[in-house]
Antibody, heavy 121, light 107 residues
Framework: QVTLRESGPALVKPTQTLTLTCTFS??????????VSWIRQPPGKALEWLAL???????YYSTSLKTRLTISKDTSKNQVVLTMTNMDPVDTATYYC?????????????WGQGTLVTVSS | DIQMTQSPSTLSASVGDRVTITCRAS??????LAWYQQKPGKAPKLLIY???SLESGVPSRFSGSGSGTEFTLTISSLQPDDFATYYC?????????FGGGTKVEIK
């Protein structure tokens, strides 16, 4: 059974760095084809993909946010970490992690429940 | 980046109606398109991948079609559980993008 769970602060101040952790089970990020992405959704708005890390430790980032994002993995702990620097109120959103389970096909078959991050002083 | 445009943004329909949602890509994405359903306060759920492949466990009233730049999601007979927001997502490249969403409301 595949599960993913996001964790991190519910509130961050402007200019701070956000660190989110995705803890997963039911698959291994060392298996060929497996990837984990971060996706966010501001309240009442559409989904926005942020970053992806694959089984081979290749990393991909949103063009518009790449200077602020870092994604990493700890295969032994079954965790993927996202850091986002210089947080702003417009970054207030529910942040999801999601799995890609098919080689060369980056759609998301399993999602975490999401964690709401509010950026406010 | 490839832009994904969904239409309509809101759709009002009744139980039993046939519903069609369109997603257009700003450039060809072959068949690298997925559809998701999202209900308020919940994570998105995968419905369709590779434009027309039905995810396991998804009711057969959902179907997808299209290739290149134009795609459709069809619900053959709308059920009460189907009132939700639907998103398309392209995965032709590693700069993944979603459409703006289509909210299916009760008429």
């Amino acid at each position: 059974q595949v599960t993913l769970r996001e964790s991190g602060p519910a509130l961050v101040k402007p200019t701070q760095t956000l660190t989110l952790t995705c803890t997963f089970s039911g698959f291994s990020l060392s298996t060929s084809g497996m990837c984990v992405s971060w996706i966010r959704q501001p309240p009442g708005k559409a989904l926005e993909w942020l970053a992806l890390i694959d089984w081979d430790d290749d990393k991909y980032y949103s063009t518009s946010l790449k200077t602020r994002l870092t994604i990493s993995k700890d295969t032994s702990k079954n965790q993927v970490v996202l850091t986002m620097t210089n947080m702003d109120p417009v970054d207030t959103a529910t942040y999801y992690c999601a799995r890609t389970g098919e080689v060369g096909a980056t759609y998301f078959d399993y999602w975490g429940q999401g964690t709401l991050v509010t950026v406010s002083s | 980046d490839i832009q994904m445009t969904q239409s309509p943004s809101t759709l009002s329909a009744s139980v039993g109606d046939r519903v069609t949602i369109t997603c257009r890509a700003s450039q060809s994405i072959s068949s690298w398109l997925a559809w998701y359903q999202q209900k308020p306060g919940k994570a998105p759920k995968l419905l369709i991948y590779k434009a027309s492949s039905l995810e396991s466990g998804v009711p057969s009233r959902f179907s997808g079609s299209g290739s290149g730049t134009e795609f459709t999601l069809t619900i053959s007979s709308l059920q009460p559980d189907d009132f939700a927001t639907y998103y398309c997502q392209q995965y032709n490249s590693y700069s993944l993008t979603f459409g703006g969403g289509t909210k299916v409301e009760i008429k």
